[in-house]
């Protein structure tokens, strides 16, 4: 029979963490007390302390501010930003919508910035073992497309011709290189990617949010799937606001279009039930 002194150490090995130090009176992260983070640390900052262990600099932390706030909404014709307004109309709490668009941030809708770091990572790799940089590229997408399909994420939008946001991002990316902030190596993947795609397919398909924001967490060393992470965090911002927006203006039970506007039925036309009219 374990002894009362085992049974304490064994609770208190339960749960092991390098994030938080907490007792009666004390909190600290990652070894800062939070009282000396409040106040001088922002809220960028403290996320990156959070996932990374430390906290960056200056500049790094105003690349990561710049991604954060690029993918903060597109709108309530994205079916996460949708799906908190609609959850609001029908009678749910603030929490229970946002839930309900977070968890749609999957690998179609809001899986592509983790996929394209992925692609990004792919080709670092082969010219980490002495590929060049084209040819680097091109295998990895090569090797993205047997896998998963010809649709590469983090190129074109459906809405967008352009996507306003890519071109602030890169641009910014840039200036870190040359402060020497980051190497600049997945902004040059993904600006290649980009040409090698407009030159298989005769037409410029143009680097995306999630192409801009891969290249700047890539930068930042960020791992794919943390990227998918920061971008969650991102739109819970959208997320939030319409659905106080929605929970100001009423309405109730809206559904995804107006009731006036029929949706396509493809199925046999009315019939009857085999054997009901029969003795």
């Not at 002495?130 to 993205?144: F, I, N, P, Q």
């Amino acid at each position: 029979m374990k002894s009362a002194d085992d049974i304490v150490r064994d609770a208190q090995a339960w749960w092991t963490t390098e994030i938080i130090d907490i007792e009666p009176g004390k909190i600290a992260m990652r070894g800062y007390p939070i009282e000396e983070l409040i106040g001088n640390v922002s809220f960028p900052q403290m996320i990156w302390l959070m996932v990374r262990g430390d906290l960056p600099n200056a500049e790094q932390s105003r690349l990561l501010e710049a991604a954060l706030v690029s993918a903060v909404d597109h709108g309530p014709h994205a079916p996460s930003i949708a799906i908190s307004r609609m959850a609001m109309t029908c009678g749910v709490e603030l929490n229970n919508a946002m839930a309900s668009a977070v968890n749609v941030l999957a690998g179609i809708h809001g899986g592509a910035g983790q996929q394209c770091m992925e692609l990004y990572a792919d080709a670092a790799k082969r010219i980490e073992q002495g590929t060049s940089l084209e040819a680097a590229v091109e295998a990895a997408l090569d090797a993205y497309i047997a896998e998963n399909g010809k649709v590469i994420p983090g190129f074109g939008h459906r809405f967008h011709p352009i996507d306003p946001r890519s071109g602030k991002l890169l641009a910014m990316v840039e200036e870190a290189r040359a402060k020497g902030v980051v190497a600049g190596l997945y902004s040059q993947i993904g600006q290649t990617v980009e040409a090698i795609l407009e030159r298989r397919k005769g037409k410029r398909i143009p680097m995306n949010i999630d192409g801009a924001t891969a290249v700047i967490y890539a930068e930042l060393g960020f791992a794919p799937e943390l990227g998918r992470g920061l971008f969650i965090l991102s739109r819970s911002v959208g997320i939030l606001a319409h659905a106080w927006e929605q929970s100001q203006q009423g309405g109730r039970i809206k559904g995804p279009m107006p009731k006036n506007i029929p949706y396509t039925y493809a199925g046999p036309a009315r019939r009857a039930v085999p054997g009901k009219n029969q003795a």
